[in-house]
């Protein structure tokens, strides 16, 4: 039996990279003692202020989302700066997504990952606090 707990992760002031790879690492479950790699069993991740998000030099220009519908002529470019103002949490999922292994489990583990852009969240937290 799997028993999950929820962390809390404020994102104020933070980098999205090595908040990234820490959620990853919890998702996973390889902060658990009985970690396998072919079994889910990693916890649940609750991310506050994902607004407030750190962007280091310069790189609301320089980064660039891709996204391609199928269809020629159908690729369209978003900057990073343009991205935290549409939805900040994509900034943050994007990250966490790409830092996870790549395998049937993934989609699974991103489920666990609960993003929001303020500090109201509904979840009670019973795992540490970052």
Do not use: W
């Not at 991740?45 to 519908?69: A, H, L, Q, T």
């Not at 002529?73 to 343009?82: H, N």
């Amino acid at each position: 039996m799997i028993t999950r707990k929820y962390y809390l992760f404020d994102a104020n002031d933070k980098t999205p990279g090595r908040m990234a790879t820490e959620i990853a690492r919890i998702l996973r479950g390889k902060n658990k003692v009985d970690f396998t790699p072919h079994i889910d069993g990693g916890d649940f991740v609750v991310v506050i202020n994902s607004d407030n998000i750190k962007i280091s030099c310069g790189k609301g220009n320089k980064k660039i989302y891709y996204r391609f519908s199928g269809y020629p002529g159908g690729i369209t470019a978003m900057k990073l700066k343009d991205q935290m103002i549409k939805d900040s949490r994509k900034v943050i999922h994007d990250a966490v997504y790409g830092m996870l292994c790549k395998n049937k489990l993934r989609d699974k583990m991103m489920k666990r990952l609960l993003i929001y852009t303020d500090e109201n969240h509904k979840h009670t937290i019973n795992g540490t606090t970052k």
